[in-house]
């Protein structure tokens, strides 16, 4: 039979190569926003607010509403 420092020593080093290797795993799992799909990722992005001497883009002063009849 074992003593119980080997015992002690064994459950340490268990324990410690256990935490290794979960750091290692949470480290390696990256989220991706894609999901995996297979396209090209894109942005985007409103047009350039015109200079202020310019008038304002055509839509601006327009509200739009949703009906559900």
Do not use: Y
């Not at 002690?8 to 991706?32: E, F, Q």
């Not at 985007?44 to 009906?67: C, D, E, N, R, Y």
Request: glycine content about 8%; aromatic content about 8%; charged content about 15%.
């Amino acid at each position: 039979m074992a003593s119980p420092s080997a015992n002690m020593w064994v459950l340490l080093g268990l324990g410690l190569a256990g935490i290794i290797l979960m750091t290692r795993k949470l480290k390696k799992k990256v989220v991706r926003e894609d999901f995996g799909a297979f396209v090209e990722r894109f942005q985007l992005i409103p047009p350039p607010q015109p200079p202020p001497p310019k008038a304002p883009h055509p839509l601006t002063g327009l509200f739009f509403a949703v009906s559900d009849m």
